[in-house]
Nanobody
């Protein structure tokens, strides 16, 4: 099982970035997926979740209306489009595979595979 992330970087407040996460070693289309972030000095924060076929998405209140999660099962890739970024969005962002027995998308310990993380820095 491997999740390889790309994208991220540094952007000014109000800007946009897109993160990608390419999966291998498992049947990507069979798993719900999420994005989780960790800001400096803080614990991990669930950001967004998407179900297996992309028909259902959920967002943390802090990113709702600004971020969009999507997936392309034919390409085994998960995306996070981030618009209207602000300095509070500065964090390491991780894609994560939900375990088959997940009970809450916000429960960080219920994810069983993680990407390597990608840094997002938003300057004011």
């Amino acid at each position: 099982v491997q999740l390889v992330q790309s994208g991220g970087g540094m952007v000014q407040a109000g800007g946009s970035l897109r993160l990608s996460c390419t999966a291998s070693g498992f049947t990507f289309s069979s798993y719900d997926m999420s994005w989780v972030r960790q800001a400096p000095g803080k614990g991990p924060e669930w950001v967004s979740n998407i179900n297996t076929d992309g028909g259902s998405t959920q967002y943390a209140d802090s990113v709702k209306g600004r971020f969009t999660i999507s997936r392309d099962n034919a390409k085994n890739t998960l995306y996070l489009q981030m618009n209207s970024l602000n300095p509070e969005d500065t964090a390491l962002y991780y894609c994560a595979r939900a375990s088959e027995t997940i009970t809450s998308v916000q429960a960080i310990d219920e994810y069983d595979a993680w990407g390597q993380g990608t840094q997002v820095i938003v300057s004011s």
